[in-house]
């Protein structure tokens, strides 16, 4: 029995070799494909990759083999692009050739391709394009969905003011709000913060920012096949996820039985109305799958992503009370203790600005970006590519490049100033990707962070329950998203 155990490894391994061979053999005679480490059988270059912090290895490999090289998770074969230049040249200037979706095994998992975040090709292009022409249409980037958040900040600073000077982590609040303004557009009303339902969505939410921090779920992305037998945090996010699904489902199902064609209520009215209209048509890419898990992507993207950068954002604030203190100054200058702030506000208040940015490029929320690929075999500089080749875009090197961040490991709200106090714009910023798949939310998100931020410090002064140097505010790193450290603070009444 051990044996034959052993005969079958050694079978797989030659398998893999001659795997290896056959593909470099069959591109090799198109052109020079990106450098990169030694490549073993079957693991790939794990022995290159810390699970606990891909990026950093990454960047360390780019100072080996350059700013375009190639890596394997697993067989999976990616090509890594390092640094501002090489990034700018793939989403922007060979926009097109870039513009596929990448098939990490967890996303692929998560996700099933099916939605506006991981689906490729004409599905892709027909759900984007739906997606941000109705999304406009129910007020997204309007004074509209603006005045749904001043409304929604309006309860936060409120239920905040219920802590009465107590202690606590701000994360549950912040998510509860973020993910009121998602679901008051894509399921057409907000949901009260003591609805059952919507706080076992919102533990889900939560349980899962930390579950994907784990081990497992890195190594998941090398072996997929093999995870998926072995027990871990990774089966519980899965299984999170597909909580979250359901959730989704089921508000489907009851606009399905709701539904007025001539009065769509939101974004879920509006595909079962395309739906119908399509029906006849036997290629559509508008069918119930594809409207679950569309809604599903909006909602996670809409809840998770801002929800965490305000959450990094507030641990950052109450370690540096000076900068609180300027915004502070700024916010009684332009609005004043009795209004709401609004996005007209922005542009009179540079300081603001410039930290919200600052906050945004200094956590580094999604390091190795979301996947891209190549949709066809690409000439990229010197290299070539092959069609459906996975891209990892660093976001991180482009985030944190010390020619145009100086000293980019530390926090500087300086980094958008000019001399003179102005904001200072910077191509650098990319956050929210560039390109094609550039997120179809950033418009909105830039407007929840500004209202919640400005509406809280109108109302806050911050206050440590530890001493201001122990407070660490380096975000907690994993392959999909950089998550903050716990914390609480008090909030006291301005």
């Keep these: 029995m051990e044996l034959l155990g052993t005969t079958t490894i050694l079978l797989l391994i030659c398998i893999s070799c001659l795997l290896l061979f056959a593909t470099q053999r069959s591109t090799s005679h198109k052109g020079k494909e990106p450098p990169g480490p030694m490549t073993f059988p079957i693991v790939g270059n794990i022995l290159h990759l810390n699970p606990r912090n891909v990026p950093e290895s990454l960047k360390k490999l780019s100072e080996k083999y350059g700013p375009v090289f190639t890596i394997y998770l697993g067989p999976k074969k990616v090509v890594v692009l390092y640094g501002y230049d090489v990034v700018k040249e793939a989403l922007i200037d060979q926009a097109d050739d870039f513009s596929g979706r990448g098939t990490l095994p967890l996303i692929t998992k998560l996700f099933r391709g099916t939605g506006i975040v991981t689906s490729n090709g004409e599905t892709w292009k027909q759900l984007r394009r739906f997606a941000l022409t109705t999304l406009r249409d129910f007020g997204m980037g309007k004074k509209s969905i603006e005045e749904r958040i001043q409304e929604e900040a309006h309860f936060l600073v409120e239920r905040i003011k219920n802590t009465h000077r107590q202690p606590f982590n701000p994360g549950r609040f912040l998510l509860h709000a973020v993910s009121n303004i998602i679901c008051s557009i894509v399921f057409g009303d907000r949901f009260d913060y ?85 029906k006849g048509n036997s290629h559509s890419e508008f069918n119930t799958e594809t409207l679950t898990r569309t809604t599903l992507d909006l909602f996670l993207a809409g809840t998770g992503t801002t929800s965490v950068t305000l959450r990094h954002g507030f641990l950052i604030l109450h370690k540096y009370p000076e900068i609180v203190e300027k915004i502070q100054q700024e916010i009684d200058s332009v609005i004043g203790r009795d209004r709401s702030p609004r996005m007209a506000d922005r542009s009179r208040m540079p300081y603001t600005d410039a930290v919200i940015h600052e906050i945004q490029r200094y956590i580094d929320f999604i390091p190795l970006n979301v996947p891209h690929a190549v949709i066809k075999d690409t000439k990229f500089r010197d290299y070539f590519i092959p069609k459906d080749t996975m891209i990892f875009p660093m976001l991180s090197s482009v985030l944190h490049d010390s020619k145009e961040f100086p000293n980019p490991e530390k926090f500087d709200p300086g980094h958008f100033l000019n001399a003179n106090g102005t904001f200072k714009k910077s191509d650098y910023f990319m956050p929210f990707s560039a390109g094609k798949r550039i997120c179809a939310g950033e418009g909105l998100a830039r407007m929840e962070i500004f209202i919640f931020v400005t509406s809280i410090l109108q109302n806050f002064t911050l206050k440590p329950v530890v001493d201001l140097k122990d407070i660490d505010t380096t975000p907690l790193i994993s392959s999909l998203a950089s998550m903050p450290r716990h914390y609480e603070i008090s909030f006291v009444p301005r």
């Excluded at 489907?252 to 209209?277: G, N, S, W, Y």
């Design 194 to 278: 003591e609805d059952k339902k919507f706080l076992t969505l919102i533990d889900l939410i939560e349980e899962n920012n930390n579950l994907q921090l784990s081990v497992q779920a890195q190594l998941y992305n090398f072996f997929p096949t093999i995870m998926d037998y072995i027990p871990g945090p990774h089966k519980q996010l899965i299984e999170n996820v597909e909580k979250v699904d359901q959730f989704t489902t089921d508000i489907v199902m009851e606009h399905q039985k709701t539904l007025d064609p001539t009065c769509p209520r939101d974004f879920v009215d509006a595909f079962l109305i395309k739906m119908e209209q399509e």
